[in-house]
């Protein structure tokens, strides 16, 4: 990068949001700089898929560097789901001893009050979390975005849904959504009016697998809270013919970690987009640690660690870069972490107090059991469908809404099957619940036994709606840093003071039981172990004991909202405080909703784009 360079804008992060404000502005002939704090080789697909399909883990993270578990000599670390195998069981005596040995590998570091660890993770290279999403494009509920003014519960988000139906049009198509418009108009009223007459989606849906069909089939008639269970095809960000020198979907089920052959989308190409326009550089390996607030409250420049080398013996030095616009686009931690570490680690955007607070994510129950008859899951991709007709109704004055994700790999994220159902056999154990007789089996026998059992494996995923809650929040390691010497983020986190959660995980418990009622028999059952995170509590007179999981869906701690007093940024995203600064991503959520957080963040991005342009033309 030229000493002597001006940019119009700065972006710090290079994921969804951070490409698509780039190319918005690029094409527009503005100078843009990316900061992004992953590798130089940031788009070695093979090399990924390498390291996934030999890694013993098929965790969301595992393709993707770093590599090890040791935050303390890494310039880009971040959260994986390795860290929480450590976390103690509910009564653990030796609770603080468990969790100070977990900071100590973790990059996300908790006080030993904390209820919970923050269940989700993220990547920090180039193309952000949408290497290892698993495509779910659904546009939000109308009521989504007013809660409090529905129900009474929660808070409004400052627009209404009316504001972002071109905005999410453009998402679709950048992104390449694969859905058929007669299955969303089969949502309304929940979706509302959002699809003018003769709007399509770019490509249509992907077809069902037979796991999904007949699944769909079998709960036909089932009700909750007095509305239907139905199947829906989901829209998805995957193709389902050649676009854009893109193959289509090839059935790869391994969406999470990665899609071989990128018929997945994931926000490299946009970036690619971008940078094609000439006007858009992108910086890898610089992690921006300051930003500097001038006299006239402006953000007057970003300062940047440039690294090379190796954990351990890293060459570090320090830069600095100004523009006109300075826009965060590094994802609901590390961009909290960027802001809390500036200006003399005072602070920038938050006069409010906000920022960091209202840690949100999707909080996932699952449900397993086996169908009577054979579902073959495996084919298609890893999840295609879903039951969409609960994400609204009355019912949420008095509990969280869920939407639940149809897995088509059996009982891998539940039970780590079949590896589970397999030993058992072998070896004549019963972890599995499906070997009550002990028996010992091989050659024919065990392929029949496992055929049987693999082929009517159904697992159901809720995604329960999290209420936003203050004392949720990441702040600053006092004790731990990251490689570059930089805080490590501490998490606060627990959802056992929300009743209005914990009733959404009681609907889904129940709703799992009469779903299987119905087709087969329910396996769902409670793990007290080490590195499964939990929740206890008592309800109507009866106890529940749950295991937690994430969505990968990290929202809140820097939220927007109609004013300066009680929110960090207006609905174009702009912040209150310094009006050259911008955030993006969902920390801008003021509630979690109920679909799946990407293409909104990325109708948003489209949003924000218009504002910063008009900055711009204003300068």
């Known amino acids: 990068m030229p000493a002597n360079a001006t940019y119009d804008v700065v972006i710090v992060g290079a994921g969804i949001a951070g490409a698509i404000m780039a190319k918005e502005l690029g094409t527009q002939g503005k100078r ?14 093979k090399a990924f898929h390498g390291t996934y399909l030999t890694a013993t883990g098929k965790l969301p993270e595992t393709p993707y560097p770093p590599y090890a578990d040791d935050p303390a000599s890494e310039a880009a670390p971040r959260a ?38 923050f269940l989700s993770t993220y990547e920090r290279l180039a193309g952000g979390t949408t290497w290892h999403w698993l495509g779910t494009c659904l546009r939000l509920v109308p009521n989504d975005l007013r809660m409090k003014s529905a129900y009474g519960v929660l808070v409004d988000w400052p627009l209404d849904i009316a504001d972002l139906f071109d905005d999410y049009a453009r998402a679709e198509d950048e992104i390449g ?30 077809p069902q697998s037979v796991s999904d069909t007949r699944l769909g089939e079998d709960i036909a008639g089932l009700t909750v809270d007095g509305q239907p269970l139905e199947m829906t095809c989901t829209p998805q960000g995957r193709n389902s013919q050649y676009r854009n020198d893109r193959p289509a979907c090839q059935g790869n089920s391994s969406c999470i970690p990665i899609c071989p052959i990128q018929a997945k989308y994931d926000a490299q190409v946009t970036l690619r987009a971008a940078e094609a326009t000439q006007n858009v550089t992108t910086l890898t390996q610089a992690v921006a640690c300051d930003l500097t607030v001038g006299a006239d409250g402006c953000i007057s420049s970003v300062s940047y660690l440039k690294y090379t080398g190796e954990p351990g013996n890293y060459a570090v030095s320090r830069e600095q870069v100004t523009a006109k616009i300075v ?19 005072r602070g ?59 897995g088509n790999v059996g009982w891998e994220w539940a039970d780590d099957d079949p590896a589970t159902s397999l030993r058992d056999f072998v070896h004549g154990s019963n972890k599995s619940q499906l070997n009550p007789d002990r028996d010992k089996l091989y050659g024919r026998a065990l392929i029949d036994r496992l055929n049987d059992f693999n082929t009517r494996m159904v697992r159901l995923c809720y995604l329960v709606e999290q209420e936003p809650q203050e004392t949720n929040r990441i702040t600053l390691s006092e004790r731990y840093t990251d490689g570059l010497g930089l805080p490590r983020p501490e998490v606060n986190y627990s959802i056992s003071h929300s009743e209005y959660t914990l009733r959404g995980f009681v609907s889904a418990q129940t709703t799992t039981e009469k779903i299987f009622k119905q087709i087969g028999k329910n396996y769902t059952r409670f793990f007290d172990d080490i590195g499964l995170p939990a929740v206890a509590f008592d309800m109507d007179g009866k106890h529940y004991d749950i295991n937690l999981y994430g969505a990968g869906h990290i929202m809140g701690t820097y939220r927007m909202g109609a004013t300066a007093a009680d929110s960090v940024v207006g609905s174009n995203l702009r912040s ?15 509630t979690v909703g109920t679909g799946n957080p990407t293409l909104t963040i990325a109708a948003l991005t489209y949003r924000a784009s218009r504002s910063v342009l008009k900055d711009l033309a204003g300068l």
């Open 32 to 45: 843009v700089l990316i900061l992004e704090s992953g590798l130089l080789d940031r788009d070695n697909r």
């Open 80 to 117: 994986t789901t390795a860290m929480t195998f450590g976390w103690p069981t509910q009564n653990d005596k030796d609770r603080s001893k468990r969790i100070a040995a977990l900071n100590e590998k973790s990059y996300l570091t908790y006080q030993a009050s904390s209820d919970l660890p």
């Open 177 to 206: 959504v694969s859905a058929t418009i007669a299955d969303q108009r089969a949502l309304q009223p929940y979706l509302g009016e959002q699809f003018p007459p003769g709007y399509e989606y770019p490509m249509a849906r992907i």
């Open 327 to 345: 826009v965060l686009a590094a994802h609901a931690v590390e961009t909290v972490k960027l802001l809390l570490m500036s200006n003399g680690r």
């Open 348 to 406: 920038v955007a938050n006069s409010s107090g906000q920022v960091g607070r209202n840690l949100m994510d999707h909080l996932c129950y699952l449900g397993w059991g086996l169908s009577t008859r054979q579902y073959f899951p495996y084919r298609g991709p890893r999840s295609g469908s879903g039951v969409e007709s609960l994400r609204d109704g009355p019912f949420r004055k008095e509990r969280s809404a869920w939407r639940i994700d149809v």
């Open 576 to 590: 209150w405080d310094h009006k050259n600064l911008y955030l993006l991503g969902s920390g801008t959520f003021p």
